[in-house]
């Protein structure tokens, strides 16, 4: 028959066919056969296989000196029958000796649920086919994006953000490394043409926990209200889980100063604190000045109302803070966030967490200040409207509990066993030839696994519209070899680098 591109061989069953190939398709192609009641079954090709009857091992053996016969034949995993934008499974197999035919783009799109959204990530990896989710399932049910490093997790959730803001949704962005302030500006690189793309830049707002002087891309300084905290608001902020005698001591300060006071702020806490008769203080009061030093708690405080703004990004810009500092920031910010959320105060929207394995390590790699209040939002953020998208080059690293809330897994090259053992476990229908998908995987390509779609689908990230800030700084100049000595720095006076970088003019 004209136009297919193979004929059904062998035994079939509803799940899968082999078809040998006489036509152009390849591996990951979607086709189609005839079922009973000729409606049109879609599949997708899992692997292709070539063979030779003149060399076989058999054959050989024998000494056979027949003329050649090579076989292309091609596994193909049904999908299903389309019918009123829904999919079935057929109810009887494909009969052997029907013809393949390579599927229209129409019914791959309507199979697979690809036009049913509203946020344009990318084309269809071998079609001319825009990829749309669904933006109201993707913040409400959350988003993973996972992959080893390089290979294009923030370009790609950039890509994501860019569709949200156009839609008018409110981001907040845990921005470890400083990249997202660029999306800013519109972009000057990309196949802007093929993608049917138009570079623009974005309304974001760069806040600094640290100050101005040490990351003077920053807009703003981020604070935090120093008067009359709470002892659960300082608990929550110190390093691990602190002890029970620390949590006694804050009480009682508290208390102390909320009696004597009208109010209150840290470095009076801190007097408190070293009036008591307790030899456990000092880790406490060590943990507290380290909080003060930062100059988190002291000038203008940030409000929750001026971070979520519809159709706006604020960028909390982590350059300059200590990793260890990070996630009590994260902690304590996005509680603040959530209760003002619950009591209706900001607009709804989605908190975008960079590096996420810094801030829900799984349990046995580490502990983090912000595990428990970014697990409550994975398991209550739908009914109060507040979704995470959560990104990370160790999945095997982050927090089972959050990645197993995330209904949009949006998967890049990952290699580490360990990384894809985690990933298994936590997809539903992930197969081995999935998994060597996913290690295959180039730069800009993601696997998209969705409720909302079919099947996973594998996506050519579309360009950014705005600037990336993701660089790789190369590390062996081939035009630059130092010649000589390198020459010696003056020693510097004053406060050593690190305090003056934590430190730096207080309240900036
Ligand atoms: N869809 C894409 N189109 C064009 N270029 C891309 C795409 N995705 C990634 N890249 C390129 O790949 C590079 C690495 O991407 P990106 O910074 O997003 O990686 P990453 O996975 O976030 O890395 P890291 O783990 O270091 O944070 C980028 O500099 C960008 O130029
Ligand atoms: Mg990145």
């Not at 603040?336 to 590096?355: N, Q, T």
Request: aromatic content about 4%; overall charge positive; charged content about 25%.
């Amino acid at each position: 028959m004209r136009g297919s591109v193979g004929v059904i061989v062998g035994e079939t069953s509803p799940l899968q066919f082999k078809f040998m190939i006489h036509g152009a398709v390849g591996r990951g192609d979607y086709v189609k056969v005839r079922g009973d009641g000729r409606s049109w079954i879609l599949a997708q090709v899992e692997e292709i296989r070539r063979s030779n009857t003149a060399y076989s091992l058999a054959h050989m053996e024998r000494g056979c000196t027949q003329t050649c016969r090579e076989w292309v034949v091609a596994d193909a995993r049904v999908i299903g029958v389309p019918s009123d934008g829904r999919i079935r499974s057929p109810a009887m197999p494909p009969r052997p000796g029907e013809e393949v035919f390579a599927a229209d783009e129409k019914m791959i799109a309507a199979a697979l649920g690809l036009s049913k959204g509203d946020m344009y990530i990318g084309i269809l990896k071998g079609h001319d086919l825009r990829v749309e989710l669904d933006a109201n399932t993707l913040v409400q049910k959350h988003c993973s994006v996972l992959a080893k490093t390089g290979s294009g997790k923030s370009y790609t959730a950039a890509v994501i953000l860019e569709e949200l803001l156009d839609k008018g949704v409110a981001l907040l962005v845990i921005d470890t490394h400083g990249e997202y302030g660029s999306m800013r500006y519109p972009n000057r690189d990309g196949d802007f043409n093929r993608f049917r793309v138009k570079p623009k830049g974005y309304n974001i707002t760069v806040y600094t926990p640290a100050n101005l002087a040490i990351n003077p891309r920053a807009d703003r300084p981020f604070r935090f209200d120093g008067l009359n905290l709470s002892a659960r608001d300082i608990a929550r902020m110190l390093p691990d889980d602190p002890t029970n005698g620390s949590v006694a001591l804050l009480y009682e300060a508290i208390a102390a100063l909320r009696s004597e006071r009208e109010s209150y702020d840290l470095e009076d806490i801190i007097k408190q604190v070293e009036k008591a008769n307790s030899k456990s203080k000092w880790t406490l009061i060590g943990q507290l000045e380290q909080l003060l030093e930062m100059g988190l708690f002291s000038g203008e405080p940030t409000r929750p109302e001026e971070l979520l703004q519809r159709g706006h990004a604020s960028v909390i810009d982590m350059t300059g803070v200590p990793q260890e500092m990070q996630p009590m920031i994260v902690a304590k910010l996005l509680t603040d966030l959530f209760e003002a959320r619950k009591l209706g105060r900001v607009c709804p929207g989605m908190v975008v967490i960079e590096e996420a394995h810094n801030y829900i390590p799984e349990r046995g790699t580490g502990r983090a200040a912000s595990t428990s209040i970014i697990r409550t939002i994975a398991a209550e953020g739908r009914k109060f409207g507040m979704g995470l998208m959560i990104i990370s080059q160790r999945p095997a690293r982050v927090d089972k509990n959050v990645l197993s809330q995330c209904n949009t897994q949006i998967i890049m090259r990952v290699t580490n066993p360990n990384d894809l053992k985690a990933l298994s476990k936590g997809l539903e229908g992930m197969s081995t030839e999935l998994e060597e998908e996913i290690k295959r995987l180039p730069p800009g390509t993601a696997m998209i696994v969705s409720n909302e779609i079919e099947r996973p689908i594998v996506v050519n990230i579309r360009p950014r519209r705005s600037k990336h800030g993701g660089v790789s700084t190369p590390i062996v100049m081939t035009d630059h070899p130092v010649k000589g000595p390198v020459p010696r720095r003056e020693p510097q006076k004053g406060p050593g680098l690190f305090l003056r970088k934590v430190l730096g003019p207080r309240g900036a």
